[in-house]
């Protein structure tokens, strides 16, 4: 081939400029330390050092919460092992207090003590980190305990049939109670029907009425003049469900004579009409419009209740019969009984016993599905379970047959004492410490204090106290003995509270020293990827300098000589 | 025979000797010349007089030497090469927006972003955490904006290049239809048109970078120049002009006209295969606005899934009274059902002025059928804003405690009435991220403008880290930190946004890497070509000096000869 000068000057610009190129780039990486300059370098290291890049700095990242989280763990485990020490200190009180040969002063003064420490524990589950609660679930800006010292009154529920008026009569005077006549009352007659229930035959059927008596209901009538006060009314409905009965007596019943419906003024100043257990009700006709003017209703009918119609029942209601009282309302198999409901744990103090009849209770830890063997409820009686949770029910049941008049006299309250309440919430924080594995922060108040449903060991702690602070001022040393095997409970509970929170720090430090692995793994795989072996480095630009330099050489020979220089 | 005749023999012999040194003279002296041809004097002995003697030389002519076939390979590759640079060009420049190897572009502001999520996570009431949120994310926004606003850049860039090229183009081919007319003249009167036809070569060489053509000479000596599908741009001593044309639809970007002879612009882009414009072109309409697309896809992907975590949350004391929606719609889009929506339901929470809980707007959501409209409605409905009036027709309460309704603006009005405050509570439908509710960014077009909600950066209390205006609740925070590996980008949906950045990083890095080969390859073909070419075109300086001694010598000998007739003459006369 022949060669020319143009030829050989772009061969050698050419593989003078590769040389060159090379050069360069190892220059780069020399002095900036790095093979990894732009993405073309190593497209997928390129990547490969996005994805190191962001998890040093993440680790980084988490290693400094994962600093702040032991701080906030620490100040937990510093408050739970006060009120640790605290309950311990509590518990020797109370063991000096259980002890037979300490006089009753001493107790007393034992008692006010715990009541001051108690205060202090309170005090100390209330503690903060910073300006956010320790023990409040995520509601970290709400002070979790708060003593109540008000008395909870009990929510009783009416699990039975009563006969309410709607209307309200307001006493005028105390002493003197209504004796206004009943506004829109006409001259008429007023009918009700009170049914005990069917007798039944071997067989469960319905016997046949006696001779000579008609079959079906009877009502029982009133007359009424119209101008009557609702309090004659009442006196003349009282005397006609007497006269019913034929006067016969009975000691038991308020008015002193066999009644199947016993009707009186409630204390809440609204009528009420009572019948005896397992007797059906219904209005019959009414042309006095009294019904329809009180604007009666059924207390304690729920919807699944399966109505009986009463046998042999004509419908005699008349237009005025109030709604939805047109069907008789049977008592099949449950007599008038209040329920109390439960709030955690209870106590039921009956301050003041019925006045007519004794009661009974039962108690059902299932939400009402089973109850327990009733009891009789005596006067100053307590049931208390500190196990209660807040499905438990307590029902009190009056059960004097046919008396079930026992509104006024009797009060129920759920009593605690002091109550202390929780206003924080349940939702345990979970932080992030590692890729997708999140860590519990935070313990609550309940963990620590209260009865929970999934721990069957755990205790109202604070209702322990009480009942030891009760029980040393009362000096009932066997309620005091009772009280220390659940101060136990309570103390254990605590110490799972703190051995969880031991677990998280362990947890955590794993998770740092996880960290930190990581970290150093990621920083040498990076370097690995992105910077220049140094010493190969050199290597390699000696090797391409040489290269560099032989080809200058070569080149300044190869373009020197040309014919020029020989001819003369 | 005459003696006389002896003298012409030398003075053509001395006049030969003298072109060819000549000759040798312009070839030294065009060495270095770009796309000059090598020149020689051909000689040939001159036509024998009667008796058969000798008439010495005579000169036929001063030939190129050139290679029709090196010149066409040459032309060719030139016109890949030019392609080749230009791509490298291209993704080069991109490649440079791209670099972030130190992870604090881009990726490094994303990381900073999840991290200040994850530091909210673990200290949700913490007001120095927050700001930090704001300030990291507001970051990221500016990230965004100037990572879209580089791509632009490079994209108007390659629009003002694609003018420049053309332009170069439309001054070659007039070049080569000038030096087309120079040609014809030159060999009408039969004279060589050496220099010309080498200057009309190397504009060529230059227009072939740019634009892929083909070329033929014809008869009278001019060239031909068309684009692939035979269009002329150069025909005998007309040039036709390119032109860069645009139109409303491709707003602003440059596409490639060729004028026909008729003066009407034809759209030859896709008729062009190769050279230097038309891969400004391709690369502005695929690599780099498939980045600025994704980069887009990015930031708007980023907005949504933050936003949709972010709507149904609640910030620590951040009760409103009023909230507008950050979309607005079109009146004939208010009807139609909303995109992006799940079956699920979002609750609105509403509190009296002290601070009880006062009503609570369940609203279920139906995907695929729920439009603004009947998603307002359901609002209402749910918030009991309507009454049956006396004609028994339905309305709109007068003073509801909460409404909401269609502004004249298409945005969505939500209002909670006099002495009332809302948060939202929870929303497993996207319903609020869609209708543009207490979201956490803006992003209407994408990365271009995405930013942070003004109402959070004014109080940073209205991030919502979790739920029920708990403080110490870090739920939504949390779930921020689960969405950075949660996979919601890709065509299966399974990259998490790292990882589509990474494949846009790989990417970019491999097709660098692509053009970088595929030029060096071209360029090695060139170069081999252009050496087949200059062997046989280019002047070899030592073949010169060997002619230029020839010559010498030819003259010196014609010289000597012209002396020894001269003095035979001289004999003669003195005879």
Do not use: C
Not at chain 1, 529 to 546: F, H, V
Request: hydrophobic content about 35%; glycine content about 8%; charged content about 25%.
């Amino acid at each position: 081939m022949r060669v020319t000068d143009q030829t050989k000057h772009k061969a050698v610009s050419a593989n003078l400029g590769k040389n060159a190129e090379e050069l360069q780039e190892l220059m780069i990486g020399m002095s900036n330390g790095k093979k990894l300059n732009k993405p073309s370098d190593d497209p997928v290291g390129a990547a490969m050092v996005q994805d190191f890049h962001t998890s040093i700095n993440r680790s980084q990242n988490l290693e400094k919460n994962i600093g702040s989280d032991k701080v906030w763990l620490n100040a937990t485990e510093a408050a739970t092992s006060q009120i640790t020490e605290t309950m311990m200190k509590l518990k020797e009180m109370a063991l000096q207090g259980a002890n037979g040969g300490i006089p009753k002063e001493q107790r007393a003064v034992l008692s006010t003590e715990i009541k001051m420490i108690t205060d202090d524990l309170i005090k100390l589950a209330n503690k903060r980190e910073g300006k956010l609660f320790l023990f409040s679930g995520t509601k970290t800006f709400t002070e979790p305990l708060k003593l109540n010292s008000e008395l909870k009154p009990a929510e009783i529920q009416f699990d039975g049939l009563r006969i309410k008026a709607d209307r309200e009569v307001i006493p005028l005077d105390q002493d003197k109670p209504i004796n206004q006549v009943v506004p829109g009352m006409m001259p008429g007659k007023l009918q009700l029907f009170v049914e005990p229930p069917p007798i039944l035959d071997a067989e469960g059927n319905p016997l046949p009425p006696l001779e000579g008596e008609e079959a079906g209901p009877k009502p029982v009538e009133i007359d009424l003049m119209g101008d009557e006060s609702l309090e004659e009314v009442v006196k003349k409905l009282n005397d006609a469900f007497i006269e019913a009965e034929g006067f016969m007596e009975d000691p038991e019943s308020p008015v002193g004579f066999k009644t199947r419906l016993f009707a009186q003024i409630g204390v809440d100043g609204h009528l009420y009409l009572d019948p005896s257990p397992q007797h059906s009700f219904k209005f019959g006709e009414d042309t006095t419009g009294f019904v329809k003017a009180m604007g009666f209703k059924f207390l304690g009918q729920t919807a699944d209740q399966q109505l009986q119609p009463l046998q042999g029942a004509e419908d005699v209601a008349g237009d005025n019969a109030p709604k939805p009282t047109d069907e008789p309302i049977p008592f099949e198999t449950y007599s008038p009984t209040f329920k109390g409901y439960s709030k955690e744990s209870y106590l039921v103090r009956v301050s003041k016993a019925g006045t007519y009849g004794t009661a009974r209770f039962v108690v059902s830890d299932d939400g009402g599905e089973t109850w327990s063997r009733p009891e009789v409820l005596n006067k100053q009686n307590e049931i208390y379970n500190p196990e209660g949770k807040p499905s438990d029910k307590v029902r009190l049941i009056f059960d004097a047959p046919g008396k079930p008049y026992f509104l006024e006299g009797v009060e129920f309250q759920f009593e605690g004492n002091e109550f202390v309440e929780y206003h924080g919430n349940d939702v345990v924080k979970q932080v992030p410490i590692d890729n997708g594995i999140k860590v519990a922060l935070n313990t609550t108040a309940p963990e620590m204090f209260m009865k929970r449903d999934e721990d069957p060991d755990s205790v109202n702690t604070f209702e322990v106290l009480n009942r030891l602070i009760q029980s040393l001022r009362d000096d009932e040393q066997e309620a005091v003995l009772e009280s220390i095997s659940d101060m136990d409970k309570a103390i254990n509970q605590l110490l799972k509270a703190r051995s969880e929170i031991g677990s998280r720090v362990l947890e955590l430090e794993s998770s740092e020293d996880r960290l930190k692995q990581n970290m150093d793994y990621k920083a040498g795989e990076l370097s690995e990827i992105q910077d220049m072996d140094l010493a190969k480095g050199a290597l390699d630009l000696n090797k391409a300098e040489l290269k560099h330099q032989t080809a200058l050489d070569a080149s300044a020979r190869l373009i020197q000589p040309t014919l020029v220089q020989f001819l003369k | 025979m005459s003696i006389l005749g002896a003298f012409e023999v030398g003075k053509k012999s001395l006049s030969a000797a003298q072109q060819g040194q000549q000759t040798t003279g312009h070839n030294i002296a065009n060495v270095d010349t770009e796309g000059f041809s090598r020149q020689e004097v051909l000689q040939t002995s001159a036509q024998p007089n009667n008796g058969g003697r000798g008439n010495g030389v005579d000169i036929q002519g001063i030939r190129r030497h050139t290679d029709g076939f090196t010149k066409e390979k040459v032309i060719g590759e030139q016109t890949k090469v030019g392609s080749w640079e230009t791509r490298e060009k291209v993704l080069n420049e991109a490649e440079i927006i791209f670099t972030d190897l130190e992870g604090n572009r881009l990726r490094g502001s994303l990381d900073e972003f999840w991290d200040a999520w994850n530091n909210l996570g673990h200290e949700p009431e913490s007001v120095t955490m927050r700001k930090n949120l704001l300030s990291k994310a507001s970051a990221l926004a500016d990230r965004f904006n100037i990572f879209d606003g580089r791509l632009k850049e490079l994209q108007g860039n390659l629009n003002g290049r694609i003018k420049a090229k053309i332009l170069e183009v439309n001054q070659a081919a007039r070049q080569i239809a000038e030096l087309n007319k120079q040609v014809e003249q030159l060999e009408k009167q039969g004279r060589p048109a050496n220099d010309a036809r080498d200057a009309r070569e190397k504009m060529l060489q230059d227009l072939s970078t740019l634009v892929e053509v083909r070329y033929f000479e014809n008869e009278r000596g001019t060239m031909e120049v068309q684009i692939p599908n035979g269009q002329a741009i150069v025909h005998g001593r007309t040039a036709y002009e390119m032109t860069a044309l645009t139109n409303a639809e491709l707003k602003g970007d440059f596409r490639l006209g060729l004028k026909t002879p008729t003066g009407q612009e034809a759209d030859v882009t896709d008729i062009v295969t190769g050279g230097a414009i038309k891969e400004y072109i391709t690369q502005r309409d695929t690599n780099v606005r498939q980045y600025q697309q994704n980069i887009d896809l990015l930031a708007k992907e980023l907005a949504f899934q933050v936003n949709s975590i972010h709507a149904g949350g609640t910030g620590i004391n951040a009760l409103q009274t009023t909230e507008t929606s950050a979309y607005s719609l079109n009146p004939e889009a208010l009807d139609q059902p909303l995109p992006f929506l799940q079956n699920g339901a979002f609750e609105i929470k509403l509190y009296d002025k002290d601070q009880n809980q006062d009503l609570t707007i369940n609203v279920q959501v139906e995907a695929g059928k729920d439009s603004v409209r009947s998603l307002v409605e359901k609002i209402n409905r749910a918030a009991g804003s309507y009454e049956v009036d006396a004609e028994g027709n339905e309305k709109l309460k007068e003073n509801p405690l909460f409404l909401a309704n269609i502004g004249a603006d298409g945005a969505v009005h939500l209002k909670a009435d006099q002495g009332h405050q809302f948060h939202y509570n929870g929303d497993s439908s996207n319903a609020l991220a869609v209708l543009g509710f207490n979201g956490f960014f803006q992003a209407l077009g994408g990365a271009g403008d995405i930013r942070v909600n003004q109402e959070l950066l004014d109080d940073e209390m209205k991030i919502a880290t979790g739920h029920n205006m708990t403080p110490g609740d870090n739920s939504v925070a949390t779930a921020m930190t689960d969405l950075r590996m949660k996979g919601v980008l890709g065509s299966s949906g399974d990259l998490s946004f790292d990882e589509f950045y990474n494949v846009q990083i790989t990417d970019i890095g491999l097709k660098v890497q692509d053009s970088q080969k595929g030029l060096s390859n071209h360029s090695d073909m060139l170069q081999q070509y252009e050496a087949l070419r200059d062997s046989v075109s280019s002047v070899n300086l030592d073949e010169e000096m060997a002619n230029m001694v020839k010559y010498q010598r030819a003259y010196e000998s014609s010289a000597r000869y012209m002396s020894t007739v001269d003095q035979m003459t001289q004999t003669l006369i003195n005879m």
